[in-house]
């Protein structure tokens, strides 16, 4: 590929890029979510069968009989929009390719975090949130863990605190990994079946 045509699709993906990261893309990411759990779970589905609600709404996404609240755990100071943002501006006024060289970026490197801690403590989190009190009963939480230097969940989680939360069902998507932590009775059968045979 040349580098003018190289350029080009840089600029059409950096601009796809700030479209999905930003708020115009949420509905599109929380499908995205569901849609990459479903699939480290081996649920087979059509995309049609996924679908968003309106952001005013305590569902985000439906699928079957599941309700899905989904919810992403980042990296604390984490400015990923301002990154892109950033990235994108600098590419769409390139000439060249070395143009589109920026600066780069330096973290502090935080100790490792168990995942079943991060994941419950963020559950429980958002039980007390006064948005999803009168529904929670009735949600089935969907995280997204995209915080760095956290291990991987090991399903150690303490199920019986999990169940005085109050949530229907709590899971995660930790990469390409998914877990159900918790399936209450009225949990869909899929989650239900799940927590036993979630990938480690």
Same mark, same amino acid.
């Given at each position: 590929?040349?580098? +003018?045509?190289?350029? *080009?699709?840089? +600029?059409?993906?950096? $601009?796809? @890029? ?5 708020? =115009?893309?949420? *509905? ?7 849609? #990459? ?15 968003? =609600? ?6 985000? %996404? !439906? ?15 984490? +400015?990923? @929009?301002?990154?892109? *943002? /950033?990235?994108? +501006? ?7 390719? @070395? ?8 973290? !502090? ?11 419950? /403590?963020? $559950?429980?989190?958002? #039980? ?29 989680? !303490?199920?019986? *605190? ?6 229907? /069902? ?5 990469? $390409?990994?998914?877990? %159900? ?5 009225? #949990? ?13």
């Amino acid at each position: 590929m040349k580098d +003018k045509e190289l350029l *080009a699709t840089m +600029k059409r993906e950096w $601009a796809e @890029q700030l479209r999905f990261f930003s708020n =115009r893309g949420k *509905a599109e990411r929380e499908r995205w979510v569901v849609k #990459a759990f479903l699939s480290g779970l081996r649920i087979p589905f059509e995309a049609s069968e996924i679908t968003s =609600r309106t952001q005013d709404d305590a569902v985000d %996404v !439906d699928f079957r009989e599941a309700r899905f609240q989904v919810k992403e755990i980042t990296t604390p100071g984490e +400015k990923r @929009q301002a990154e892109i *943002a /950033s990235t994108f +501006k600098r590419v769409q006024v390139a000439q060249s390719l @070395q143009d589109t060289i920026g600066p780069g970026f330096v973290y !502090d490197t935080p100790p490792i975090i168990s995942g079943d801690d991060l994941v419950g /403590s963020e $559950a429980a989190r958002l #039980a007390t949130d006064p948005k999803y009190l009168p529904s929670k009963h009735n949600l089935d939480l969907l995280l997204y863990v995209t915080r760095t230097f956290v291990s991987i969940p090991q399903l150690q989680s !303490d199920t019986q *605190a999990l169940s005085k939360l109050g949530w229907r /069902s709590i899971s995660c998507l930790f990469g $390409a990994q998914s877990f %159900v932590l918790f399936a209450g009775p009225e #949990a869909p059968g899929f989650l239900q079946y799940a927590i036993n045979t979630s990938s480690i």
